[in-house]
């Protein structure tokens, strides 16, 4: 029988830590952003809380766009892809 893949509809790879060192890459990622392009701490809580809010959000990537959220969100100059805004 084959084996049944769990779908999370709210979460993002902070939650699954532990399964996998994708969010290990996340956190090194926003770490070497130049700060310029680093989406602060707060703005970057926000995009993520839409998100999980989003009925896109699948397994911490976007289905709008394929992208993990988390790096997504992370630079400043990025967006929504259904809202074409800044989250
Ligand atoms: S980036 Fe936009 S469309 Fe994608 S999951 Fe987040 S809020 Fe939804």
Known sequence: MA???HICRR???QDM???NDYYQSVL???RT???AKRT???AYAARLAACR???QLENATCKACGCYVEMR???LDMHCPLTRAAW
Request: charged residues 35%; hydrophobic residues 35%; neutral net charge.
């Open 3 to 5: 084996e049944q893949k």
């Open 11 to 13: 979460c993002l790879l």
């Open 17 to 19: 830590a532990g399964e």
């Open 28 to 30: 090194r990622y926003r």
């Open 33 to 35: 952003l130049p700060a």
């Open 40 to 42: 602060p701490d707060g």
């Open 53 to 55: 809010a989003c009925e």
């Open 73 to 75: 969100a992370a630079r």
